[in-house]
């Protein structure tokens, strides 16, 4: 009744104003447009980033705001969240066990990922980089 109600808009507003880090951009090397696939790899690019969307990340090192790392794997069966950490500086994985995708060993897989600061929902269009 009217304890969920009011329970729901205080979820929602207290979700929308807390902040966290998050992979707000990627780039995968020899792909380029978001609808491919890669060779030796199962899951296609969408599917790719919808796991990179469900890692999360804690700040280490308090002067971090945002961190670009390029993270480059070969010889590995199944690429997950917790060996982003190796190439961190300044975050940290917290979800290690999170699969990002299944692939051949013989694949070589770079992806630069751009790590930022945010709160709530941003739009695709105010999240872009210019120039880029």
Known sequence: GYGTTIGNSLRRILLSSLEGFAITNIKIAGVDQEFSSIKGVLEDVPEI??????????????????EKVIVTLTGKDVFKAGEINSFLSGF?????????????????????????????????????????
């Open 92 to 132: 940290q994985v917290l979800n290690t066990e999170e699969v990002i995708c299944h692939m051949e060993p013989n694949v070589k897989l770079v992806i630069e990922i751009t790590i930022d600061k945010g709160r709530g929902y941003v739009p695709a269009e105010e999240n872009k980089i210019p120039n880029a």
């Open 49 to 66: 980033i919808l796991n990179l969307k469900k890692v999360c990340f804690k700040r280490q090192i308090e002067s971090f705001t945002t």
